[in-house]
């Protein structure tokens, strides 16, 4: 008769209560209660705290407003750091190179650019601090070589001085993009020639394999025309 399965009993304490055993293994074996949601940024309290990261990595406010106030002109120097932006990050092409005319749109790009995809530490460098940085000033070097995403300003501009200070440390830069996958912009006012001639043959080399060159137009947007 104990052997019927409508009858199914234990021996010693009488018919189990499958109901109390249920309750009894959830007690035993509680279930993890997920944390809470963390609480979202708004848009304008994270555009806020990436402007403050901005001047922290020395871009000037012409450049940060813009995309503080989240209103850039959808000009070309914009589509190109669009593009670049979603390069994956295995990508060998880590190094973005923004060439055109005065006023076309590169370093507010390249604010926006850091805004989004730059990490704790991005920073801003013109052409001509980093000769220096490359020549005597080695605390600049070092906070240079730290940035989680870094824009070398105006490539052209620069004293090229006798011993090629500059173009080490530009090298030394370029190896750092390359190897970590870092992103790296550069702009200049030069054309694709000009540029080769500034960087000597070896770092025009490295670009073929590692730097996207775009060009973003001579229209100056500050003035409306060429």
């Known amino acids: 008769e ?26 035993a074996c509680p279930v993890a209660v997920p944390a809470p949601p963390k609480p979202t940024l708004s848009r304008a309290t994270w555009l806020a705290d990436r402007a403050e990261a901005l001047r922290a990595g020395r871009w000037g406010l012409d450049a940060i407003d813009p995309v503080r106030a989240d209103r850039l002109r959808d000009v070309p120097a914009l589509s190109h750091v669009r593009r670049f932006r979603d390069v994956p990050p295995g990508d060998p092409k880590s190094i973005l190179v923004l ?29 001509g601090e980093l000769e220096r940085a490359g020549r005597y000033d080695r605390e600049l070097a ?41 992103k790296m912009v550069i702009t200049s006012n030069l054309d694709e020639q000009g540029i080769a001639d500034r960087v ?7 670009f073929a394999v590692s730097a996207e060159i775009v060009h973003c137009g001579s229209v100056d947007l500050r003035r409306g025309r060429p």
């Open 2 to 27: 104990n052997d019927h399965p409508e009858n199914t009993r234990n021996a010693d304490h009488g018919p189990i209560d499958f109901d109390e055993l249920a309750q009894r293994l959830i007690a």
């Open 142 to 182: 070092a906070w240079i070589l730290d940035r989680t995403l870094l824009v070398v300003d105006d490539l052209g501009v620069e004293y090229q001085d006798g011993r090629g200070a500059f173009r080490s440390l530009l090298d030394e830069l370029i190896d750092v993009a390359y190897s970590h996958r870092r």
């Open 200 to 206: 000597g043959a070896r770092i025009w080399s490295r």
């Open 99 to 127: 060439l055109g005319g005065t006023g076309c749109g590169k370093t507010t790009a390249s604010a926006w650019l850091a805004a989004d995809v730059g990490g704790s530490r991005p920073g801003l460098v013109r052409a």
